[in-house]
């Protein structure tokens, strides 16, 4: 290639004349020479020389051509090179730029967007002012853009991370008008650039994302492996779940798993993740295909592939077996939050395989848990407190526990507040960290509480039932949030467990005890805990009781004195691989227990084996009678069990 380069530089004739140039000597002529030179040239320095030449003679073109030439082969040297390049050629350098300031007026859209692209390829403080002065130019000829300069210049800044808010709103404009005109990788490379920028995630742009998620969709076939990547990678980045666009990349991208490099299958898998796009098998294929070259990947694209299997519920027990021993293998290498972040991706799967891996970090990192920085300790903190593995990991949460007081008032206040419900969770409750966060939270205003996240305002609603009602006395004392943050808190945990559709299995017990006459309303909100449960269950009605239309107004404590009972109707998600219920649905029901509630559970395995009709009554009676247990699963005769007043209490999370 090279060769052929050089023979085409040697073809092209001497000039005569103004420039050496023979006639007829006019500018276009010129000009059209100029850039068969300047796109023959096999080396950047040729470039350069030819613009030490005739530089008079260079119209805004040439000047577009020489520096897109420049980076589009320097682009792929090393660093090492291309730093030898720059210092080399500075004066030269400097001069070619000089020329393009100076001409820049007379740049029209094609010369800017190409001059955008190329500095994007070979970041230098000189490109970066001359993009700077693009910025400025380019918004004025807005008409004169076509779909690939759109393209070209929106990726240029987006890559440089140059911010260019009139610039972007220019591109979405015109990208919307002439979006039928655009082709597959101008769509992608479109979406990319909004998504990278950040002016994607603005509602401003929902137009243009709306309207490159139905030309895409109609012309999925068109698209190439890379532009598949860089579409699903745009729309997930702005958290766009086109459910639509993302059932097409599916379909297309499921034939070329094979064909992707294992880094863009692990970002792939973690686009449908994002989105919580309804593509196991993808996300499945994608693992798997990834799964063997496991060596090749960094931490980042093992936690991205974990975490996305789990999310999309398309684990498969090899793959993640696979990945799990890889990052066994390399352990030493991985730092502390990379560790931190394998281990938070697998928490979601609730693996027996991956007790080993738990066991495996906290012997590693448990001697030096004082280098850890508060990111890698709440998270640390939180997978061994949701993955039912707080055993195996037991010696990094005693570590945790020891450094975490002395170290409370440096951490962010999430890493704070998820690392001390964790360790509650785990039923370690350290007086001095939780005096510490409880301190901190209520030293806030109230209107800065309120601007923190809907998630850490749960785990904080959490902390504070759990230092009501199951902290011992003697380890929470006065411990408590103040009313107007507590409330805070209690309207976050509403919000996030709004009550929703019930389940079929649901529906099917709802209508059992509407059959036995038994009165209760489904999606209930519990009065001062402010989680929701599956069934209420009102008790028989006395004379003096609330009429139904009124029990929305009974305080809990009556309900309880009127042995209140609570129906959950538990789906395999609520249950380890063991049996015993996952942590967060311990937690809820300990909770309510604790408050005074009881709390029945029907599984829906045991519940859909029973025929319907006089078996499954007969099981709800019994069951009403005696009580309910949230322990291990068993058969649905050993299913009704008396509740042993919470004491059942395993390791828990947040509901």
Same mark, same amino acid.
């Given at each position: 290639? &090279?060769?052929?380069?050089?023979?085409?530089?040697?073809?092209?004739?001497?000039?005569?004349?103004?420039?050496?140039?023979?006639?007829?000597?006019? &500018?276009?002529?010129?000009?059209?020479?100029?850039?068969?030179?300047?796109?023959?040239?096999?080396?950047?320095?040729?470039?350069?020389?030819?613009?030490?030449?005739?530089?008079?003679?260079?119209?805004?073109?040439?000047?577009?051509?020489?520096?897109?030439?420049?980076?589009?082969?320097?682009?792929?040297?090393?660093?090492?090179?291309?730093?030898?390049?720059?210092?080399?050629?500075?004066?030269?350098?400097?001069?070619?730029?000089?020329?393009?300031?100076?001409?820049?007026?007379?740049? @029209?859209?094609?010369?800017?967007?190409?001059?955008?692209?190329?500095?994007?390829?070979?970041?230098?403080?000189?490109?970066?002012?001359?993009?700077?002065?693009?910025?400025?130019?380019?918004?004025?000829?807005?008409?004169?853009?076509?779909?690939?300069?759109?393209?070209?210049?929106?990726?240029?800044?987006?890559?440089?991370?140059?911010?260019?808010?009139?610039?972007?709103?220019?591109?979405?404009?015109?990208?919307?008008?002439?979006?039928?005109?655009?082709?597959?990788?101008?769509?992608?490379?479109?979406?990319?650039?909004?998504?990278?920028?950040?002016? @994607?995630?603005?509602?401003?742009?929902?137009?243009?994302?709306?309207?490159?998620?139905?030309?895409?969709?109609?012309?999925?076939?068109?698209?190439?492996?890379?532009?598949?990547?860089?579409?699903?990678?745009?729309?997930?980045?702005?958290?766009?779940?086109?459910?639509?666009?993302?059932?097409?990349?599916?379909?297309?991208?499921?034939?070329?798993?094979?064909?992707?490099?294992?880094?863009?299958?692990?970002?792939?898998?973690?686009?449908?993740?994002?989105?919580?796009?309804?593509?196991?098998?993808?996300?499945?294929?994608?693992?798997?295909?990834?799964?063997?070259?496991?060596?090749?990947?960094?931490?980042?694209?093992?936690?991205?592939?974990?975490?996305? &299997?789990?999310?999309?519920?398309?684990?498969?027990?090899?793959?993640?077996?696979?990945?799990?021993?890889?990052?066994?293998?390399?352990?030493?290498?991985?730092?502390?939050?990379?560790?931190?972040?394998?281990?938070?991706?697998?928490?979601?799967?609730?693996?027996?395989?991956?007790?080993?891996?738990?066991?495996?970090?906290?012997?590693?990192?448990?001697?030096?848990?004082?280098?850890?920085? =508060?990111?890698?300790?709440?998270?640390?903190?939180?997978?061994?407190?949701?993955?039912?593995?707080?055993?195996?990991?037991?010696?990094?949460?005693?570590?945790?526990?020891?450094?975490?007081?002395?170290?409370?008032?440096?951490?962010?206040?999430?890493?704070?507040?998820?690392?001390?419900?964790?360790?509650?969770?785990?039923?370690?409750?350290?007086?001095?960290?939780?005096?510490?966060?409880?301190?901190?939270?209520?030293?806030?205003?109230?209107?800065?509480?309120?601007?923190?996240?809907?998630?850490?305002?749960?785990?904080?609603?959490?902390?504070?039932?759990?230092?009501?009602?199951?902290?011992?006395?003697?380890?929470? @004392?006065?411990?408590?949030?103040?009313?107007?943050?507590?409330?805070?808190?209690?309207?976050?945990?509403?919000?996030?467990?709004?009550?929703?559709?019930?389940?079929?299995?649901?529906?099917?017990?709802?209508?059992?005890?509407?059959?036995?006459?038994?009165?209760?309303?489904?999606?209930?909100?519990?009065?001062?805990?402010?989680?929701?449960?599956?069934?209420?269950?009102?008790?028989?009605?006395?004379?003096?009781?609330?009429?139904?239309?009124?029990? =929305?107004?009974?305080?809990?404590?009556?309900?309880?004195?009127?042995?209140?009972?609570?129906?959950?109707?538990?789906?395999?998600?609520?249950?380890?691989?063991? =049996?015993?219920?996952?942590?967060?649905?311990?937690?809820?029901?300990?909770?309510?227990?604790?408050?005074?509630?009881?709390?029945?559970?029907?599984?829906?395995?045991?519940?859909?084996?029973?025929?319907?009709?006089?078996?499954?009554?007969?099981?709800?009676?019994?069951?009403?009678?005696?009580?309910?247990?949230?322990?291990?699963?068993? @058969?649905?005769?050993?299913?009704?069990?008396?509740?042993?007043?919470?004491?059942?209490?395993?390791?828990?999370?947040?509901?």
């Amino acid at each position: 290639m &090279a060769a052929r380069a050089r023979f085409l530089w040697a073809r092209v004739h001497p000039w005569r004349g103004r420039c050496g140039m023979r006639a007829p000597a006019r &500018a276009a002529s010129m000009g059209v020479q100029l850039n068969a030179r300047l796109m023959a040239a096999p080396e950047p320095e040729h470039v350069l020389e030819l613009h030490g030449a005739h530089a008079g003679c260079f119209d805004a073109v040439n000047l577009s051509t020489a520096w897109g030439r420049i980076s589009r082969v320097a682009a792929t040297w090393p660093a090492r090179r291309q730093a030898a390049f720059f210092d080399e050629h500075r004066d030269a350098l400097e001069r070619l730029h000089a020329s393009m300031h100076a001409r820049l007026r007379d740049f @029209g859209a094609r010369e800017l967007a190409n001059t955008a692209y190329a500095c994007a390829c070979l970041p230098s403080d000189p490109a970066l002012a001359l993009m700077r002065s693009v910025r400025e130019r380019a918004p004025a000829l807005s008409a004169d853009f076509k779909p690939q300069e759109l393209a070209n210049i929106a990726w240029g800044f987006a890559k440089a991370g140059l911010r260019a808010p009139p610039l972007f709103e220019m591109v979405e404009r015109e990208s919307v008008r002439q979006l039928r005109n655009f082709k597959p990788i101008e769509l992608a490379s479109l979406a990319w650039a909004f998504a990278r920028d950040g002016t @994607g995630k603005l509602s401003s742009s929902d137009a243009l994302f709306e309207g490159i998620a139905r030309e895409a969709e109609a012309r999925i076939d068109e698209f190439n492996v890379r532009s598949l990547f860089n579409l699903a990678w745009a729309f997930a980045a702005t958290r766009r779940a086109d459910e639509r666009l993302f059932d097409a990349i599916a379909l297309a991208a499921l034939p070329v798993c094979d064909s992707l490099p294992p880094q863009q299958l692990a970002v792939l898998a973690w686009a449908m993740g994002r989105v919580r796009a309804q593509q196991p098998r993808l996300v499945r294929a994608l693992a798997a295909a990834a799964a063997p070259h496991a060596s090749r990947l960094q931490p980042k694209h093992i936690v991205m592939l974990l975490w996305s &299997a789990n999310r999309c519920g398309a684990a498969d027990a090899r793959v993640l077996r696979a990945l799990s021993c890889e990052v066994a293998r390399t352990a030493k290498t991985y730092s502390a939050l990379e560790l931190a972040l394998v281990l938070w991706a697998s928490a979601a799967s609730h693996a027996a395989d991956a007790a080993p891996l738990f066991a495996l970090v906290a012997r590693q990192l448990a001697p030096d848990v004082r280098a850890c920085e =508060g990111r890698a300790l709440s998270l640390l903190a939180y997978a061994s407190a949701v993955s039912g593995h707080a055993r195996e990991a037991g010696p990094l949460l005693d570590a945790i526990e020891a450094e975490l007081p002395a170290r409370a008032h440096a951490l962010r206040l999430p890493d704070l507040v998820r690392t001390g419900w964790a360790l509650a969770v785990a039923r370690r409750y350290p007086p001095a960290l939780l005096d510490a966060i409880v301190s901190r939270v209520n030293a806030l205003p109230s209107t800065a509480l309120a601007c923190e996240s809907v998630q850490l305002r749960v785990q904080l609603h959490q902390i504070n039932l759990s230092l009501a009602l199951l902290v011992p006395a003697h380890l929470a @004392g006065a411990l408590a949030l103040s009313p107007p943050h507590a409330a805070l808190c209690a309207d976050a945990l509403r919000h996030e467990t709004a009550p929703c559709a019930p389940s079929a299995p649901h529906l099917t017990v709802s209508a059992a005890l509407a059959q036995l006459r038994v009165e209760h309303e489904n999606e209930y909100v519990v009065p001062g805990l402010g989680c929701t449960v599956d069934i209420a269950v009102w008790p028989p009605t006395r004379r003096g009781a609330p009429r139904r239309a009124d029990r =929305g107004a009974a305080s809990a404590a009556e309900r309880a004195g009127a042995s209140m009972m609570l129906v959950e109707v538990n789906g395999p998600h609520h249950y380890l691989p063991s =049996g015993e219920l996952r942590p967060t649905s311990a937690l809820k029901h300990a909770q309510l227990r604790a408050a005074g509630w009881r709390v029945l559970v029907v599984c829906n395995d045991e519940w859909l084996a029973l025929p319907a009709g006089g078996p499954r009554l007969g099981f709800l009676r019994d069951l009403l009678r005696a009580g309910g247990h949230a322990g291990p699963r068993a @058969g649905a005769a050993a299913v009704v069990r008396r509740a042993n007043d919470g004491a059942e209490l395993a390791a828990a999370v947040a509901c």
